[in-house]
Nanobody, 131 residues
Framework: QVHLLESGGGSVQAGGGLRLSCAAS????????MGWFRQGPGKEREGVAT????????NYADSVKGRFTISGDSAKNTVYLVMDSLEPEDTGMYYC????????????????????????WGQGTQVTVSS
């Protein structure tokens, strides 16, 4: 059974930073697309960043490029999202997701940000950025 457990959310002031972690189990972490998605108040879910755990290739939403960094540790089956220069617009519930069969990669040639190919989702961790 696939499990994704997020941690690291919290409340920070604008300009601050947080590091989110996602511990994965129950599938072959080393051959997957992993991603972070978020849903802000009154907004639709959006992709933030994804990583191909085979070669580390990453993909970011334009709104977070240069501020967020996704990385993976295959020894720990864990994906991280380091968030710097946070803005109030970054507020929301952040979800870790796994495309454990790399469907996205095989379909598009990269781990996309749409989310439809990600079959497994964590419970989410709240990030609140105050101005």
């Amino acid at each position: 059974q696939v499990h994704l457990l997020e941690s690291g959310g919290g409340s920070v002031q604008a300009g601050g930073g947080l590091r989110l972690s996602c511990a994965a189990s129950g599938y072959s972490y080393s051959r997957a697309c992993m991603g972070w998605f978020r849903q802000g108040p009154g907004k639709e879910r959006e992709g933030v960043a994804t990583i191909n755990t085979v070669d580390g290739w990453t993909n970011y939403a334009d709104s977070v490029k240069g501020r967020f960094t996704i990385s993976g540790d295959s020894a720990k089956n864990t994906v991280y999202l380091v968030m710097d220069s946070l803005e109030p617009e970054d507020t929301g519930m952040y979800y870790c997701a796994a495309d454990s069969l790399a469907v996205s990669w095989r379909k598009y040639g990269y781990c996309n940000l749409g989310g439809a190919e990600y079959a497994y989702w964590g419970q989410g961790t709240q990030v609140t950025v105050s101005s």
